[in-house]
Structures are given as structure tokens and as C-alpha cells.
């Protein structure tokens, strides 16, 4: 867990009023605690309170990653396929003391599961976006941020630069979009975010 951020993000829930946030799989779930995870038919959630540690509903299948993450044993909910997910929904409420509590959850992410869950074992829990908590936090990039982006555009001009000479007439864009993957994997990139897009211009539009 990035100490820092979670100093920052604590300030800006005050800062809006909020009791905490709880953030789903995604970059700023990762953003904050460096735990990557995606959104399945297995729920996780991150809970961000105010005015204490974090703790998650996650499956237990991934739990040490929340271990690896530094929150504490007593706050992880971890449910295995077996048991199902609705008792550490039900625990998490519960310690969590979530009933008459104001929760940024993030609008565009959270899904009916999560939200019907929690309103089943928190009665009287209030939902807000927590949009303006995060984007607030995030304008402002720490030093790990700017040498991440610079080492992303290092690894891109790379890429570009391996790859325009091995494109061909007659390729098409398919074909030199995996290219594009290839390279920019050869030089450092991590894995593919969100894809990369190859368009010819009309006049020129490959086959």
C-alpha cells in the first residue's frame, strides 16, 4: 500500500464529506494499493475508510496479494468458491460498521452485484461518486508516476521505431496492430492496457 497516496486519498474523503470510499478492480485500485485484479464473476472491493486501515472483500484464491499489500489479516474477507462471497459481503458490512455510512464508490465501475450486497447487509448505507476523491488525487503525479510515463513513452518511441520498417504494402491493420504488441513488449513493456490502435489514413487505408 502506497503510504502517501492513502495519506492524500484520506484527505480528499474528508475533503468531500465522505466516510470512505470503496474502489473495484482497476487502475486505481492499483494506483492506491498495488493490487492488480480485474473485474469477474468473483467480486473484490477495496474499502478506503477516513479514519482507518483498509480492507477488502476478495477472493481467497488472491488473499495474499492483499497481504502483500500490507492490510492487516483481520480486514481481508476472503471467501473461497465453495463458501461463496455473500458472507464476506456480510462480514465486511459488519466490521466495517457500513450502515449509515456515506460511500464514494466509483460510478462507472461498480457494478449491481457489489451495490445490491451491500445495501442488503449496510441498511442505511448512502452511495456518492467518489469520481472528484480520485481525480483530484491523481492530477497531481508523484515521482514514481513521472518516471513510469517517461519510461512509457521511451518504450513507445521504441516500438514506433522498430516497427515502421517491417510494414509492408498489403498488410493489414490487424496484422500490424499485433506487430505494434510485439514490439512494444520487446522493448519493456509490461503487458497490453488497453490496446493499441493502427488506422491508415482513408487514401491510403490497407487491405
Given at each position: ?137 491523481r492530477l497531481t503525479k508523484d515521482i514514481s508516476e513521472l518516471g513510469a510515463m517517461q519510461k512509457a513513452v521511451a518504450v513507445a518511441e521504441k516500438a514506433m521505431e522498430a516497427l515502421l520498417p517491417r510494414i509492408e504494402i498489403g498488410m ?36
Open positions: 500500500m502506497n503510504q502517501e497516496r492513502l495519506r492524500r486519498v484520506r484527505e480528499e474523503i474528508l475533503a468531500n464529506g465522505f466516510d470512505g470510499i470503496a474502489l473495484m478492480p482497476g487502475p486505481n485500485m492499483q494506483y492506491l494499493s498495488g493490487i492488480r485484479s480485474h473485474i469477474s464473476e468473483r467480486p473484490v472491493i477495496l474499502f478506503v475508510p477516513a479514519d482507518d486501515d483498509p480492507a477488502i472483500i476478495i477472493p481467497s484464491l488472491e488473499a495474499a496479494k492483499a497481504l502483500q499489500a500490507g492490510i492487516p489479516k483481520d480486514r481481508i474477507f476472503d471467501w473461497s468458491d465453495e463458501e461463496g462471497y455473500t458472507g464476506a459481503f456480510q462480514g465486511a458490512c459488519a466490521h466495517l460498521e457500513l450502515s449509515d455510512y456515506l460511500l464514494g464508490v466509483e460510478s462507472l465501475h461498480m457494478r449491481l452485484l457489489e451495490l445490491e450486497l451491500l445495501q442488503r447487509y449496510a441498511p442505511g448505507l448512502t452511495l456518492a461518486h467518489a469520481e472528484p476523491v480520485m481525480t483530484a488525487l493489414t491493420e490487424k496484422t500490424i496492430a499485433v506487430m505494434l504488441l510485439e514490439e512494444l513488449v520487446k522493448a519493456g513493456g509490461d503487458f497490453d492496457v488497453f490496446g493499441p490502435v493502427v488506422r491508415a489514413p482513408r487514401s491510403q487505408r490497407f487491405t
